[in-house]
């Protein structure tokens, strides 16, 4: 068995809605059945005992060594502790060839189960040894590692549950929420709202201290110092134990309390420093630690924080105990768990030396322990909510601190006798205002209810009608994708919203190409989708991109689809057959949001069989109004767009709106088929986002098929009296659509300027010049500049071999190159003649011909 190439598809896809790693796994004869491989499922379960069933989809009795891959990939993700559950082998139409589809939660992680799944696969064969263990341990470091902190983890968990839509930009914990204008931001517990300087002086305790005062909080005397000595001094002046820490330190790193002699002194000095060079020491306030979490003028939540200790049994040592305690699987290394392994440092030591006792020492049953004064979480204290205990004025006093000094999330830690009654009547004060607080001792306390305080960040960026995303429209099909777009947008943007657009030609931003290229996949729609001056989305959506790494977005407003047609790269990823097309082009059908429309088709039955795979409403348009499906769904007082009379009609029900195709240029006046269904869908669309009719109206009479607003794409030039077609079609359905149009134009004699796209079948770049040969009088055949696998000339002999038993053409030239074909195709005409150029490149065929076009005008 052997993997020859895997891919991440990251968003609904082709299988599935879940992000999943697709691998293409090739099996001998014998593997395609384990029953034939004696002893092999045995030898597989004595080292995984946990995999799954090993029984493929349909019950079939032949289970391949793919489908194992499958299971054990799914099955040591599981026992991982990763929150997977889908996965599938599919049969290609290549003997012996399986396409394994596996769900992930972390990428990282679901690659490196394929990879030891494989690892598995090959032990069970050789009957060497697999250690199940340390794969399982490899696997859960790796998703620590890469996964989300519980803290952002809560915010993206909430914002998920409020049909948010998030991408994270880092491998770290910065996230968007939100697409395109409506985006907001966090990193970890702060937000795009969080101010630079209010961290900044968050970060500074002196300078925080001063302005809490100000703004009447209580908070500890103290002092920054230079030096130990200077320390000893500030120590002297208050005249009480003292609390030393950095002075711009986080998550109580270098901060020791309680300190009444010069020993415990040298020591948290030392310990601060290490962390900043300048150091505070302020008075101790006796009492329990308390963390208050406030967002925007809200307390939200508030915890009890106890330092780390352990509690003797009168037979383990202090170090046992505290080896026992890390055995808790809620204490990890870093912050990825909600409780923090205890460590035995100088500090631990030093607190262990005040009670007289060494790390070696074995405590009297019962006796508690403490092994450092602070009661971070990060240094391994445990946390207690008291949330509901607060009392209002010590709530609005960690309300003022967090105001003064200018957070929108933030947490307060104050130290009191208790939450019960306000600072000022127990002496209690503010010690430490921090930006970016951590979340799980609220999220999962160690003893009391646990806060939703992800749900209350969220709800601080987003109102509650608020979902952060923007008008999406995705266009699928084989043919009239690009036009359909550049018109959807064209509408949109009448009504005064920023597009942002992406296409075959490139990426677009109310306007402007920002990319060039085709741009009509996932890695373009994202960053669309990421761009702050996009107020609505329209998305050319290829079956390439589908097939490679899924859809760029988890729903869409509207899904469009203009055709299903024959010759659109079938045989490219095992993709054959109509139906197999047809299957990947309804994956925007099937991820409509619940409320959103597809508008598909009605006179193409593979794209009208998708209606039933929409969760949301369905809108058909075709020309004839009288389609067995236009009537039913008319009739079901459902949406239809049709053609009557020279309109274009969209009805539901007894309303009806008109579009007199004689003000819709791009059809010129009807007689081009194609451009008049890409209007249909297009005003489908529209209308499905509630587009007022005038501006509908308006923009399609607006909307011109030339060379800047929608190139390649039908564009007309006069050339001395000609009429000259650039158009960019290259699958037989187009040109058989284009011959149609063309067919309507008066013309003497008929030209084609034709090459062919060598990733397409050899029966379908045959198909295209026949059609061709029996509707043009002469034909000039150039090669692609990239051949895209072929060899030299092969595509011509294709091209040639269709024009054999051509009905009409009665000149066949081969030209070498796109320009120098052009170039002669032009030199033939004369006026009363029509010209269609099949470009390639685009942008640069189409400014040859502007040029050429422009030589004459000057002349």
């Not at 630079?196 to 500890?220: N, W, Y």
């Not at 009547?425 to 999962?444: D, I, K, S, T, Y």
């Not at 295209?768 to 009088?777: K, M, T, V």
């Not at 002469?778 to 024009?803: M, P, Y």
Request: aromatic share 4%; net charge negative; with cysteine.
């Amino acid at each position: 068995m052997e993997v020859s190439r895997t891919r991440a598809l990251r968003g609904p896809n082709l299988w599935s809605r879940h992000t999943a790693i697709e691998a293409v796994v090739s099996c001998t004869a014998e593997e395609c059945a384990i029953a034939h491989i004696h002893g092999f499922e045995l030898k597989l379960r004595e080292r995984f005992p946990e995999i799954g069933l090993l029984q493929q989809s349909g019950h079939s009795k032949s289970v391949s060594m793919a489908h194992v891959l499958e299971v054990a990939a799914l099955g040591l993700q599981s026992q991982a502790g990763c929150p997977v559950t889908f996965s599938l082998t599919s049969a290609t139409p290549e003997d012996g060839i399986f396409q394994v589809v596996v769900e992930y939660s972390e990428e990282a992680v679901g690659r490196l189960a394929l990879k030891l799944a494989l690892n598995l696969y090959e032990a069970a064969v050789a009957d060497t040894p697999f250690d199940l263990a340390s794969a399982i341990a490899e696997l859960k470091d790796l998703d620590e590692d890469v996964r989300l902190g519980p803290s952002t983890g809560a915010i993206v968990q909430a914002a998920v549950t409020r049909g948010i839509p998030y991408r994270r930009l880092t491998e770290g914990s910065l996230v968007q929420f939100g697409w395109g204008s409506k985006q907001r931001r966090i990193q970890a517990a702060e937000t795009d709202c969080s101010s630079a300087i209010a961290e900044s002086i968050a970060q500074d305790k002196e300078l925080t201290k001063k302005l809490l005062d100000v703004a009447g909080v209580p908070v500890p005397y103290g002092r920054e110092v230079t030096d130990i000595e200077d320390a000893w001094l500030a120590m002297a002046e208050i005249g009480a134990s003292v609390v030393v820490k950095p002075k711009d330190g986080n998550q109580g790193k270098g901060v020791t309390v309680n300190i009444h002699t010069r020993e415990q002194l040298n020591i948290a000095y030392a310990a601060a420093a290490e962390i900043s060079e300048e150091v505070l020491v302020e008075r101790f306030i006796p009492g329990s630690d308390f963390r208050l979490l406030v967002i925007g003028d809200q307390l939200v939540a508030a915890a009890r924080r106890e330092p780390p200790l352990v509690v003797g049994d009168g037979k383990k040592s202090v170090r046992e105990l505290v080896q026992q305690v890390n055995l808790d699987p809620r204490r990890g290394a870093g912050h990825a768990t909600s409780l923090t392994k205890i460590k035995i440092d100088d500090i631990a030591l030093a607190s262990l030396s005040e009670q007289n006792l060494t790390a070696d020492s074995v405590p009297r049953k019962g006796t508690r322990i403490v092994l450092r004064n602070n009661a971070n979480l990060s240094t391994g204290g445990t946390a207690t909510d008291v949330t509901d205990d607060v009392h209002p004025e010590m709530a609005a006093s960690a309300v003022a601190a967090a105001q003064m000094i200018g957070l929108d999330i933030c947490g307060v830690d104050i130290v009191c006798d208790s939450v019960l009654h306000p600072l000022e009547q127990q002496g209690g004060g503010v010690v430490e205002v921090n930006a970016a607080p951590g979340l799980r001792m609220h999220l999962q306390p160690s003893f009391g209810k646990g806060r939703n305080v992800g749900e209350a960040i969220v709800s601080s960026m987003f109102t509650q009608d608020e979902n952060g995303r923007i008008p999406l429209v995705t266009v699928a099909g084989t043919n009239g994708k690009t036009t359909t777009v550049r018109l959807i947008a064209h509408i949109i943007g009448a009504q005064g919203l920023r597009v942002g657009m992406t296409n075959s030609d490139g990426v677009y931003i109310q306007g402007s190409r920002i990319d060039t290229g085709d741009c009509s996949g996932p890695k373009s729609a994202r960053n669309v989708l990421m761009h702050p001056d996009v107020d609505a989305a329209v998305f050319e959506t290829a079956r390439g991109g589908v097939l490679r790494e899924g859809l760029a977005f988890d729903r869409c407003n509207v899904a469009v689809v203009t055709n299903i047609g024959v010759g659109d790269h079938l045989g490219l990823s095992y993709i054959t057959t109509v139906e197999d097309l047809a299957v990947v082009k309804r994956v925007v059908v099937q991820n409509v949001a619940p409320d959103g429309m597809a508008v598909l088709n009605a006179a193409d039955p593979m794209t009208a069989k998708m209606a039933s795979a929409c969760p949301g409403a369905v809108t058909f348009f075709a020309q004839n109004r009288h389609h067995p499906l236009m009537d039913t769904q008319r009739a079901q007082g459902r949406r239809v767009v049709y053609v009557q009379s020279g309109f274009i009609v969209a009805a539901q029900n007894q309303t009806e709106e008109h579009f007199d195709l004689a003000e819709i240029p791009m059809t010129r006046n009807g007689t081009i088929g194609f451009q008049v269904e890409n209007v249909m869908a297009a005003i489908g669309a529209a209308w499905a986002l509630n587009v007022d009719w005038n501006i509908i109206r308006n923009a399609i009479s607006s909307f011109v098929s030339d060379v800047q607003t929608a190139p390649g794409r039908f564009n007309f030039f006069d050339y001395k009296g000609a009429s000259v077609i650039a158009d960019y079609g290259h699958n037989p359905d187009a040109i058989l659509a284009l011959v149609s149009a063309i067919e309507s134009i008066p013309a003497k004699r008929r030209f084609v300027v034709i090459s062919g796209a060598g990733d397409r079948r050899d029966i379908d770049i045959s198909r295209q010049s026949e059609i061709l040969g029996d509707a043009f009088d002469e034909i000039i055949l150039f090669q692609d500049q990239c051949q895209r696998g072929r060899a030299d000339g092969e595509v011509l002999q294709l091209l040639q071999k269709g024009l054999v038993n051509a009905k009409r053409a009665a000149k066949i030239n081969e030209v070498l190159g796109e320009f120098l074909a052009i170039d002669d195709a032009l030199s033939r005409l004369n006026e009363g003649d029509l010209c269609l150029i099949l470009i390639d490149q685009i942008d640069e065929a189409l400014a040859h011909i502007t040029q050429r076009v422009d030589e004459l005008r000057f002349v």
